[in-house]
């Protein structure tokens, strides 16, 4: 099947083999297993599509990257054996997995292809991805539908392009990764995993009676007082530095040193997209960032627990206020709204999920940040060594185009950095361009409308 990409002139052919089950490869527990009221939610209904790239390795040589990912996947579901089954809706919106032990969906395929050609199209988005991991017909549904679809795409050159769309109310990035290592483990010739994979989803159900002890801003409804359209929208993928992060950091008062990184790329990118959008100065705008609340319980969570454990608590200012302020006020307002996340903060979101009807975050004048880069997926190695990229394969998607996830990356000169894709309408993302690399100090970067990678030239 021949292709294109809006973003790319590479074109190529991808062959598949048909779509096929892989189950455990012994027989696992048949049961019922609830999952979480903080994995439940409406915003985690969605098959999330990751990607894996791999270079040939001359001492793997004799081995067929199909069959020994396809092998590993079987092994690994005998521990993680609830993503071989289904889920199921129960009352009240309330999901369940059947451990049915169904498998997984599995395509073999095989591209005309080599990574070379690919070029710096190594970063979101890629050249066609629909080609990469087929959208099997009904996976796309909630319940009855494998949770897991992977796709292994062999490559002329001797690489190989690993597919994966995990359903996110299954886990989240940190059981993601301790999944993925797990199947790595077993390809690399393991018999159990090194980390013991934990369920214990009944730690974040919902009190009884629910109650909701924390303000929400991130479920607040707002009406839109402008007709939205996703109509001539485009995708590019920005990647930062460690020279880049020095020179927002000179942008920041000492008493803001103490700052992440995530605080000064989260800030520089909501001002940069704020003003791109040229949202009225009056109008609130919502920052909401990914808070991983595992170290925030006492107990801590076990280890090995892989579902979803994270909020996201928004800070909200005006537009005006966000643009006009020295760059140190949105540091700032992004450094305190993680200091929200607690143990009873996520405590309240569960209930709120049972109170309100599990309902979605707010979309207007919003945008979502998650900190995939502390992750680094690129290390998930199944005997062919480290990835050339892993993470995302692209930004939100739907109803969810105001969601970058960051992920760790190299680029063509071997710098370590953090890559972020985002979807803006075209205009907007020219001057979301502008903005992001004046206040990197790139001022003399070249202006690529085609590009779907713009590197800092510091």
């Known amino acids: 099947m021949a292709s294109s990409s809006s973003s790319s002139s590479l074109k190529f052919t991808v062959r598949r083999c048909k779509p096929q089950l892989v189950p455990p490869a012994i027989p696992t527990p048949r049961e019922f297993k609830p999952l979480s009221d903080i994995d439940d939610q409406e915003a985690l209904r969605i098959h999330v599509p990751m990607i894996q790239i791999y270079r ?3 001492s793997m040589a004799e081995k067929d990257p199909v069959q020994v990912i396809r092998q590993a996947l079987s092994q690994t579901l005998v521990f993680y054996y609830p993503f071989a089954g289904r889920l199921r809706e129960g009352p009240n919106r309330k999901l369940m997995v059947d ?13 005309d292809v080599t990574l070379d050609q690919f070029g710096d199209s190594l970063y979101p988005p890629f050249p066609c991805f629909h080609e990469l991991l087929y959208d099997v017909p009904a996976t796309q549904q909630i319940t009855n539908t494998p949770l897991l679809l992977v796709q292994v795409t062999r490559l002329k050159c001797g690489g190989f392009i690993l597919a994966i769309g995990f359903h996110h109310t299954m886990c989240d990035g940190h059981g993601y990764e301790q999944f993925m290592s797990t199947w790595a483990e077993m390809a690399r010739g393991a018999t159990k995993p090194s980390v013991a994979p934990v369920w214990r989803r009944e730690l974040l159900m919902a009190r009884d009676p629910p109650r909701i002890t924390c303000k929400h801003r991130e479920f607040e409804q707002v009406k839109d007082t402008l007709p939205s359209s996703n109509q001539n929208m485009v995708q590019r993928s920005f990647f930062i530095g460690p020279l880049d992060i020095a020179a927002l ?4 008062p000492q008493h803001l040193q103490h700052c992440t990184t995530f605080d000064l790329i989260t800030a520089c990118l909501w001002r940069c997209r704020t003003k791109a959008l040229q949202i009225e100065a009056d109008e609130d705008v919502r920052m909401m960032c990914v808070v991983n609340a595992r170290g925030r319980f006492n107990p801590p969570l076990p280890v090995g627990y892989y579902g979803n454990a994270f909020a996201y608590p ?8 966000l643009c006009r302020n020295p760059f140190g006020y949105a540091v700032e307002l992004i450094n305190k709204v993680k200091g929200e996340m607690t143990e009873e903060y996520l405590q309240s979101v569960a209930d709120l999920m049972v109170m309100k009807g599990r309902c979605l975050f707010t979309t207007v004048r919003s945008y979502i940040v998650s900190h995939l880069a502390r992750f680094n997926f690129r290390e998930v190695d199944f005997g062919w060594g480290e990835a050339v990229y892993g993470g995302v394969a692209h930004a939100g998607a739907g109803s969810f185009l105001g969601v970058s996830y960051f992920c760790s990356v190299k680029n063509g000169k071997g710098e370590e950095g953090i890559i972020f894709p985002i979807w803006l309408p075209a205009e907007a993302m020219e001057r979301f361009a502008e903005d992001f690399n004046h206040m990197l100090g790139n001022k003399n970067q070249p202006q690529n409308s085609s590009a779907t990678f713009i590197k800092s030239t510091l």
Do not use: N, P, S, Y
């Open 56 to 58: 040939k390795q001359a």
């Open 99 to 111: 451990c049915t032990g169904e498998g997984v969906m599995f395509i073999e395929a095989d591209a």
């Open 249 to 252: 950091r000179r942008l920041i």
């Open 314 to 321: 928004a800070t909200v200012t005006t537009a005006g206020k």
